[in-house]
């Protein structure tokens, strides 16, 4: 799709201090908390550098407010016991306290599409609640 004549991938781009750009993520992806925005993949990294965990994936809940319920989705490691108190542990420190999931669920195995990319839809449709 082209948007005054550039390309628009929707990818969310920021510029560091020294002129780097580094991606981001995805503008349907990101997290929304009051006005705030923060990318998955940072909560992602988070967790999986302070849980025992195999494969992590978070996801916005679009709820009421302009608020999202942040919710992590985890494959644990083999015996370990992952608590939503450990995930809220890893991430408090990094972010802001609207970023730090409300929701964890824990599965055996996160959806993957044919090319390696996780399928946050797919994801996502684990963890909302059906409607009417």
Known sequence: MLENGWFCTNDIMRRSADGFLWLE??????????????????????????????????????????????????????GADVTLDAVRRACEPHVLSGFVPKRLVAVDGLPWKAEGKLDRAAVRRLVEPRRA
């Open 25 to 78: 993520g995805r503008a349907k992806e990101i997290l929304h908390c009051a006005g705030e925005k923060l990318s998955p993949e940072v909560l992602e990294q988070y967790i999986a550098a302070g849980c025992p965990v195999t494969e992590v994936a978070v996801v916005g809940i679009q709820s009421e407010y302009d608020l999202d319920e942040i919710v992590a989705v985890i494959v644990p490691a083999t």
